[in-house]
């Protein structure tokens, strides 16, 4: 309980996977242009890309139909040469009629023994802090005192700002 809560935090701070999951986000319509992850990072595969065509009928892309470009560990899916994202069905309400489901989180050589694959060592290090913290502070709270946020050790703040994916 307490170390998932410190992956979870340092999985906050950072807008980073580090557990292999699988995910989908979801758009109203394509981009004008790319697609770019900046979320979800690393993300490791691209498992389908569907929408909802302009008629409203559900549609997957063939993988021909775009290309993945991986930058580091942001992902850029972009349509296939002399190609465009096609017409989704117009229902500006709607937030799935493009639904991307992927892949993402770093690798894992051994999950069952515990192993943390490839994870950077600064998350590594800002994990056990902070479930050392969690540890050691979880009576911290004083009956009729308001909590206004989740306290992260100054140490494990330093290390992960170090690993966090930013917005430009």
Do not use: C
């Not at 770019?36 to 389908?48: E, G, K, L, Q």
């Not at 004083?142 to 992960?160: D, M, Q, R, Y």
Request: charged share 20%; glycine share 4%.
């Amino acid at each position: 309980m307490i170390l998932t809560a410190a992956i979870e935090t340092a999985e906050a701070h950072t807008k980073r996977a580090l557990v292999r999951k699988q995910a989908k986000w979801y758009a109203n319509s394509f981009p004008a242009g790319d697609i770019v992850f900046d979320d979800y990072n690393p993300v490791r595969d691209v498992s389908s890309i569907s929408y909802k065509n302009s008629t409203g009928v559900a549609t997957t892309l063939s993988t021909a139909d775009y290309n993945l470009d991986y930058v580091g560990d942001t992902l850029r899916i972009y349509p296939a040469y002399s190609t465009s994202w096609p017409d989704t069905y117009d229902y500006t309400d709607a937030r799935d009629n493009v639904t991307i489901t992927f892949t993402a989180g770093y690798n894992s050589t051994n999950a069952t023994q515990g192993s943390t694959g490839d994870v950077p060592e600064r998350i590594k290090a800002a994990i056990k802090i902070i479930a050392a913290d969690l540890y050691e502070n979880r009576e911290s709270v004083v009956v009729g005192t308001v909590v206004n946020s989740v306290h992260i050790p100054a140490t494990a703040e330093k290390l992960l700002m170090q690993e966090a994916t930013l917005r430009f």
